[in-house]
């Protein structure tokens, strides 16, 4: 076993990765954990707790209670002992009664201090979990852009429930920790202060273990914590990516790129958990040393009549209880540090920036007609290379504009800009004349449909998935919108027809009447711009008919931004934009180009499919 785990030690391999850059941690420099950090992230965690005030008042009368109870036992049994040693008689029913009271006292006020904690700790990663999930949905497309989906995921599930499953046991055992400490040293203090000075020689000997262990766990938690959210994302990318990794027979390279960061966890939660492991020992050595301390002493100063051997057997019971909070302390020390480890994860995705407020003045626009303008727009992704240069040109409604060109030449880019998935860096774009910037996002996409190449379907009958179009749309509605798009009859043949079910991502329909699906939604959004992604993969020519059938029914009367690859839409285009490394280069109808020469007709007589 050491073996393995001291592996990666000695011979430092270098990583299998298969599209590793993208996890929130990776590609940047992980902080070393200073005590600001996480005493910052423990600040916050506390205002989340905070907002369930009452009831922790409640959980701390409980603590109070509980921990004097947890007093008042030893305490009595020392004073029966010395008034029995002194031969005074002992109402021994008496006292065994009021004993077991005060133990059953004991037991009701700590479960009840139990279960409200667990309330409020459920409640607190509750909270958390959907301001999370809400959060999420609010950011723009570009921390999509940069971040593994599982990577994400991992912050939602494997986070969050490590902040539930640390904070509601440690909350209330710190609590209790520092009154049952400060009781018993005080009462100690109070019974015999040398016994209590003598007995304190071990708290610099724990003060400096402690010191030097929870040092080394706070970093390998935390460690354990990202190398979790890494090899989250793995997973999701090597499911999602299975077609893939099978048909290049990449099977081997994918597990060892597995077990590379399935190594990492193990070693982290191996040290982590080791190195806190001694926590318990190290406790323990010292508790009997300060057992020893008090039977050696505490015997020398009963001889000489200085204490009583009740007073030995309350101080034995209490350097128990007063090692058993260090010890809790300590241990909840550690749940403390990685119930922070995973709420700083989940802050760190809930400080991202959501996506940028509506400028103020922005209004919805009721009914985009579909003029569209860009004027010198620009944009960048990194805010260095522009991706999209001085791009000018103007279509009217209803018109169809194509967007042609080499890959990566800007297309998708600039119907992102169109969508206010990005703001552009330079010039301007206006809709019916009005700056884009003034118009509220969630009307203007409202007013947007988009059928693009990876066509999402979810888990759900045929009819909900078209339904996703218009959520108020009626069954006839939705009849209606399939016939349009020429789905109608595809979806009659099939089992169960319109509520026939769809496996996850619409397994178990084609390419081609996924697409029919996908048109047949937009079609009831009834949208007044329309963005296409035409598909590139060949599809049989009934199919390609019906969808271009589908394909006309959906763009008429509206403005439709279309990433054309066949020839067949191109023509038909009103307008053809022609963009190369992020410029627009020419414009104009097929026939124009075709007799401007240049890229164009470059693309066309080539037969590549632009
Ligand atoms: N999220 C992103 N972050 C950084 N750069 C990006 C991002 N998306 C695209 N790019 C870059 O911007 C350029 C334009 O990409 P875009 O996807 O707009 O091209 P495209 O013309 O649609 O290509 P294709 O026809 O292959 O889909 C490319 O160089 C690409 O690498």
């Known amino acids: 076993m050491f073996r ?69 036992g030893p305490f009595m049994i020392g004073r029966a002992v010395d008034r029995y040693l002194e031969g005074g008689g002992s109402h021994w029913g008496l006292f065994l009664t009021g004993l077991g009271a005060v133990y059953v006292l004991y037991s009701l006020t700590s479960w009840l201090q139990n279960i ?28 999509f852009n940069r971040r593994q989906q599982g990577e994400i995921m991992s912050r939602l599930t494997n986070d969050i429930e490590n902040v539930s ?52 766990t706070g970093p390998l938690f935390k460690q354990r914590q990202r190398n979790m959210g890494e090899l989250n994302g793995y997973i999701e990318e090597t499911l999602s990516g299975q077609r893939v990794i099978k048909a290049f027979g990449q099977e081997q390279r994918v597990i060892s790129g597995f077990r590379d960061r399935n190594s990492r966890i193990m070693l982290s939660g191996f040290w982590a958990q080791s190195i806190s492991g001694f926590i318990p020992k190290l406790m323990n050595g010292l508790n009997n040393l300060s057992f020893a301390i008090v039977a050696g002493f505490g015997g020398m100063l009963a001889v000489r009549g200085s204490i009583t051997v009740g007073v030995i057997l309350v101080f034995a019971e209490y350097t128990r209880q007063f090692t058993r909070p260090l010890n809790d302390l300590a241990n909840q020390w550690n749940s403390v540090l990685s119930a922070v480890a995973g709420a700083e994860r989940v802050f760190e995705v809930l400080d991202e920036r959501a996506e940028a407020d509506d400028e103020s003045g922005a209004a919805s626009a009721r009914q985009i007609r579909g003029g569209v303008k860009f004027q010198g727009v620009s944009f960048s992704y990194n805010g260095e290379t522009d991706t999209l240069s001085d791009i000018s040109f103007e279509a009217k409604p209803g018109e169809t504009i194509a967007l042609v060109g080499p890959t990566g030449a800007g297309k998708t880019t600039l119907i992102g800009l169109l969508s206010r998935f990005y703001n552009p860096s330079g010039g301007t774009i206006a809709i019916d ?178």
């Open 4 to 72: 393995t785990l001291l592996e990666p030690f000695r011979h430092p391999r270098p990583v299998v990765e298969l599209g590793e850059s993208r996890g929130l941690s990776s590609g940047r420099k992980p902080k070393a954990p200073g005590a600001k950090d996480w005493s910052s992230t423990l600040r916050r965690l506390w205002s989340y707790l905070a907002e369930r005030r009452v009831k922790l008042i409640l959980v701390l009368l409980m603590v109070v209670c509980s921990s004097g109870l947890s007093l008042l």
């Open 116 to 143: 409200w904690m667990i309330e409020i700790s459920q409640e607190t990663v509750y909270r958390m979990r959907t301001e999370l999930f809400a959060h999420l949905h609010r950011l723009p497309i570009s921390f």
């Open 165 to 216: 499953s640390n904070l509601n046991s440690s909350a209330i055992d710190i609590f209790s920790g520092v009154l049952t400490l400060v009781g018993t040293v005080s009462v100690m203090l109070w019974l015999s202060p040398l016994l209590t000075l003598l007995t304190f020689i071990v708290v610099p000997l724990m003060a400096l273990g402690m010191r030097w262990i929870t040092r080394r």
């Open 433 to 610: 004349g009005r700056d884009l910037a003034s118009i509220r996002r969630e009307s203007l996409r409202s007013q947007m449909a988009f059928v693009l190449q990876d066509i999402f379907l979810f888990k759900g009958s045929i009819r909900d998935n078209i339904r996703y179009g218009r959520l108020d749309a009626s069954d006839e509605e939705v009849e209606r919108a399939a016939r349009l798009a020429n789905a109608h009859s595809f979806i009659m043949r099939l089992p169960g027809g319109y509520d026939r079910m769809l496996s996850v991502e619409g397994g178990g329909i084609s390419q081609g009447q996924k697409q029919l699906l996908a048109i047949a939604r937009a079609i009831l959004a009834n949208p007044a711009m329309l963005v296409l992604d035409e598909a590139t993969s060949s599809i049989d020519t009934v199919t390609e008919l019906k969808i271009q059938e589908g394909l006309q029914s959906l763009m008429k009367g509206r403005t439709s931004f279309v990433i054309a690859h066949r020839l067949s839409t191109i023509r038909q285009a009103d307008r053809i934009l022609v963009l190369r490394g992020g410029r627009l280069v020419q414009q104009g109808s097929h026939e124009e180009l075709m007799d401007q020469g240049g890229l164009y007709s470059e693309l066309v007589r080539g037969g590549v499919k632009a």
